[in-house]
């Protein structure tokens, strides 16, 4: 049993939570809210830990002379292992979770149960940074009670701590139901809360010699489904806009007044350099009038990686830089089909559900100094944001336009010109990427209640912007009325991308389906190679 955590424990701590993880890793991967083939938070927490373990292991030992303490050097290289190998959502925030976590004890010379209940805190407070609209019933509301049951136990016992934080998360991720209407929905908890509770397990492990085995929480019964609203703020406000600031606490003080008066849902959080005099701020707020907004921050300071959301389709970040040298495009593609057409249209392809890592290389690969980002996933867009903010240290501006899909990037690079501003050019391909809708076809892989209704293992499956809209038994038809669907909202052009396992002649007999009943609308059909999918399509 140990009174402080050291070094060793450290990396016996990474060891046994990559263990656990692996060990549950199918479980959590089956926690998924959509009974749809590609729920992978436990895959992806695996390879976030693996890359920690990785940065661990790289280590010989050595202490900078005028670095931390030798647990505090473990810790952050734990840390920047993650980060780096930070796969999902989920990878994201458990990467912040351990920054956070190793900057609070880093100088500590030595970590009891007071300061283990102060990482825990600053991990919580790091997480939360890390998300621009922060949900409960999730990883983070999790974390939040592992550090609150920590605080509660006000010891120096490190032992009785750990065990307080550990036992804390698993009432909270019992509870995520309870607090997100789609667990609910789908009779699940929270994968990443899972997750976090195995790694919070084998520290009690590591620190005690116990092993608190908890077995899996039993599925909820699955409730009729509810309406989503806006999870912050009124209806009143169109968009969301967000942006790093460098400024002084007086200047951020009268922008605070002025953001007040022009939207909702502000948040104005700093780094804790301020004091010094200048610091960098995070500002988020919902409005109607984005450039009273952004002008309001150019006022006050100097605003960068600014990102505009409109509630209404979910338009992308962009960034108004007005270089003109080099730039160039990475697109994340899963399939060989569509990694052929990305590059075919001149970016640089890396391939599906990359690691922060990954994809920061393939950035410097490119070597401009410009580069816009194309992740095509929402998972993967927390990864491409965090590799970004690392370009962004290196000298490299990245913008990120969150395109969900692939059909979506291939409407946004096909509006890019190397003529225009950079700015000008992210915001035109934004728009491009905002004008065109997406769907997917799948099979169901188990029994679910959807919003269209329940569903069995083997059912066909048509997510219309990543929602269920129909449920039929047979390929064909149901991708047919699909489309059917979408364009009956209008809609002048039709992209299929065929999946891998897309049977012989389904984009054609869609393409033959559109012509008939929508004369006037052009399809554009290629092989994708997608995983899971056997059709992808776009509307624009």
Partial sequence: MLDTLDAAAVRRWCAGGLVALKRHQGEIDDLNVYPV?????GTNMVLTLTSAQQALAMDLGTLPEDGPTAHGHALRLMARGALL????????????????????????PAVRGRELAAALRDGTTAAYA?????????????????????????????????????????????????????????????AGGRGLCLLLDALVEVVTGESPERPAPAPRPVRPPATAVRETGSEEYAYEVQFLLDAGPEAVARLREELTALGDSLVVV????????????????HVNDVGAAIEAGVVAGRPHRISVTRFADQLAPVSPTTAADGRAAVVVAAGAGIAELFAGEGATVVPGNPSIGELLDAIRATGAARVVVLPNDPDTQAVANAAAREAHGL????????????????????????????????????????????AEVCYARREALTVAGPCRPGDVLALVEGEVHLIGSDLTDTCAAMVDRMLGGGGELVTLL???????????????????????????????????????????
Avoid at 37 to 41: A, K, R, Y
Avoid at 173 to 186: D, H, K, N, S, W
Avoid at 279 to 284: A, E, L, M, S
């Fill in 85 to 108: 190998g930070a796969r999902g959502n989920s990878g994201v925030i458990l990467s912040q979770i351990l920054r956070g976590f190793a900057d609070a004890v880093a100088a500590a």
């Fill in 37 to 41: 083939p590609d729920g992978d938070t």
């Fill in 395 to 438: 000298g490299v501006k990245v913008s990120v336009v969150p395109t969900r899909s692939p059909v979506q990037a291939l409407a946004a690079l096909a509006v890019r010109d190397p003529g225009r501003r950079f700015a000008d050019d992210v915001i035109a391909m934004a728009e491009a990427a905002g004008a065109c809708r997406y």
């Fill in 270 to 285: 700093g780094d804790g350099s301020a004091g010094t005099g200048t610091g960098t701020w995070n500002v988020h707020v």
């Fill in 498 to 540: 065929s999946g891998a396992d897309a049977p012989d002649g389904l984009a054609d007999a869609v393409r033959e389906h559109v012509g008939r009943r929508w004369p006037f609308v052009e399809v554009q059909a290629y092989p994708g190679g997608q995983p899971h999918y056997p059709l992808l399509v776009g509307v624009e």
């Fill in 130 to 190: 890390a998300v621009a609209r922060p949900v409960e019933g999730t990883l983070l509301s999790v974390v939040a009670a592992a550090a609150h049951a920590a605080e509660r136990a006000d010891s120096d016992d490190l032992r009785a701590v750990v065990r307080a934080a550990a036992g804390g998360a698993a009432h909270a991720l019992a509870r995520t139901p309870e607090q997100l209407p789609a667990l609910a929905r789908a009779g699940v908890v929270d």
